[in-house]
């Protein structure tokens, strides 16, 4: 049988959660850690077919069955090893290598690159106690580290000259340019990192896969990490997530920082459910892994212009993988400071207090809306609205989908309403419309856009949904159009005068307070509308 890499199979296990696909085919209920449904490979009526999603396998107490997210789709819908993985790569939105067998010497060099890079950290570690890394040792203490935590991330000191590529002189040099910690010359190989401060990189397994260097000099990038190489992909790993794991199985949650010296200070005080993405953005890849450990996600950004945008980037791709159980939330450390800074300092209760203060996904995206476009503008509003639509659009689980639309249905009508009327002489509520005349705005609006604008003001407050087509059996010019919509708008007002009447004399009756100048205003203005109307009608 040919096989695929595992480096393949480890990503569609990554990027799908078995919990989705397993309950895509027999309905899954969460009890205690694990998911629970009624066997698909025996016969049972109460549930002893188990799912756990962070480990990603299934286990029947019933028949024994037991497999991960491969075998279950090869079991449940008798396919092979190739057709199942096709039709995983396709639900996960990837494209399909090419098929190869791992071969002796691919797995040689597998071998050869785990040795290798493990002695190079070896080497950095001793490094960072000798005179040469004196400075490095001396900053990473200053920054709070102690020598327990040097050991346990396994913190080294790359010198300056190139200690790898004279050390490792016995071991191909393809083999060591494959690591990413050598490259070749003009005159040789030369080591990438030089006079750096060392981290290494741990793959899921808690192999070191790479490393990411921090510069000592003050010179710019900050940071420089191994380049990808076949056995680390910078997008598809989290730093500090192979410690992180049981604590994120054990507080039900992740929390995301921005940096390494963050991630590590976390870990050490108290938050070990804390990782970092690696310099970079957060991608789709990361948070696919992240899903798959834990729904529970607190993102926790600097306080700063850029901190926001990442949060409202990391908010962005989060929307695919939230389902009715995870809870998103959003944390800002502000005053210029970062995690590292203020655990360093012995403010663990400063830290606890941001984490527990984290705003949920629901008000940040509505926040940011809010922040991010005038909704004081009719077109601000619009624009706002789209924002929150696109973003709602990406939920995948449909009833939470809905809730999200609710929710924001409420929040426009009880936030936005008082911006409404500013300008507009015919100040109404929300007027009740029915579906037909609904129908008959949005064609007339998505046949006459300027109309729109015109009577933006009143359309706004219609709550339609302009990316429907809208349908109507007349056909309408513009200037029929812009009537049909006077008359609506007068129409309502018209209602609206009534009621405000209606009331007004059932209160004066009530108190023995007469309202009489005030009703009379009232009907007056009723008058001048009907005429309005009949000129309208008489045109
Ligand atoms: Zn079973």
Redesign the pocket.
């Known amino acids: 049988m040919a096989k695929y890499d595992n480096n393949f199979t480890d990503l569609l296990r990554n990027r799908l959660s078995i919990v989705d696909i397993v309950n895509h085919y027999i309905p899954l209920v969460k009890k205690g850690q694990n998911y629970w449904g009624c066997?698909?490979?025996?016969n049972?009526k109460t549930p002893?077919?188990s799912v756990n999603e962070d480990k990603g396998f299934f286990h029947?107490?019933?028949?024994?069955?037991h497999g991960d997210i491969i075998s279950f789709v090869m079991e449940y819908k008798h396919l092979d090893f190739l057709s199942a993985i096709t039709e995983l790569a396709e639900m996960a939105g990837v494209p399909l290598p090419t098929v190869k067998q791992k071969s002796k010497a691919e797995q040689e060099a597998e071998e050869s690159y785990f040795a290798i890079v493990k002695n190079a950290q070896k080497i950095f570690t001793e490094k960072l106690y000798t005179p040469e890394g004196e400075h490095a040792l001396a900053y990473i203490k200053n920054r709070g580290f102690t020598d327990e935590m040097i050991k346990k991330y396994g913190l080294g000191y790359a010198p300056k000259n190139n200690i790898i590529s004279n050390k490792f002189v016995d071991i191909k040099r393809e083999k060591l340019i494959a690591t990413g910690l050598v490259r070749q010359g003009e005159y040789g190989l030369y080591d990438f990192f030089r006079d750096k401060l060392m981290f290494p990189i741990y793959n899921t397994k808690g192999h070191i896969v790479a490393f990411s260097g921090r510069s000592l000099d003050g010179s710019e990038p900050k940071y420089i990490n191994t380049s990808d190489t076949e056995l680390f992909h910078k997008r598809q790993t989290l730093f500090g997530f192979n410690f992180a794991r049981e604590d994120i199985h054990k507080n039900n949650r992740t929390i995301v920082v921005e940096g390494q010296i963050d991630t590590i200070q976390m870990q050490c005080n108290g938050f070990g459910e804390t990782v970092a993405p690696l310099g970079t953005a957060l991608t789709e890849d990361h948070l696919a892994l992240l899903c798959k450990a834990n729904r529970n996600i607190v993102f926790c950004f600097d306080g700063d212009g850029a901190g926001q945008k990442a949060a409202v980037r990391a908010a962005g791709l989060i929307m695919p993988f939230i389902r009715d159980n995870s809870e998103v939330k959003f944390a800002f450390v502000t005053g210029g400071k970062d995690p590292d800074e203020i655990l360093r300092k012995g403010n663990r209760s400063e830290m606890e207090k941001i984490i527990n203060d984290a705003i949920p996904l629901v008000d940040f995206l509505w926040k940011t809306a809010n922040t991010n476009y005038l909704v004081k503008t009719p077109s601000g509003r619009a624009q706002a609205e789209k924002y929150l639509k696109q973003e709602v659009n990406k939920i995948q689980d449909n009833l939470l989908k809905t809730e999200y639309e609710r929710d924001y249905k409420n929040r426009k009508f009880n936030e936005w309403r008082n911006y409404n009327n500013k300008k507009d002489d015919i100040n109404i509520e929300v007027p009740e419309i029915d579906s037909v005349v609904k129908n008959t705005i949005i064609f007339i609006i998505n046949k006459f856009p300027e109309l729109a604008e015109r009577y933006g003001d009143f359309l706004n407050k219609l709550n339609l949904d302009l990316d429907q087509e809208g349908k109507s059996d007349l056909d309408f010019n513009l200037n029929q159009a812009e009537r049909y919509i006077y008359s609506l708008k007068i129409q309502k007002y018209l209602e609206f005068l009534e009621e405000k009447k209606h009331k007004l004399i059932a209160s004066s009756l009530k108190s023995g307070i007469s309202a009489s100048d005030e009703i009379q205003r009232i009907e007056q203005e009723i008058k001048k509308l009907y005429d309005k109307q009949d000129i309208l009608l008489n045109n």
């Open positions: 066997c698909p490979f025996h049972e002893s077919f029947c107490f019933g028949c024994g069955k």
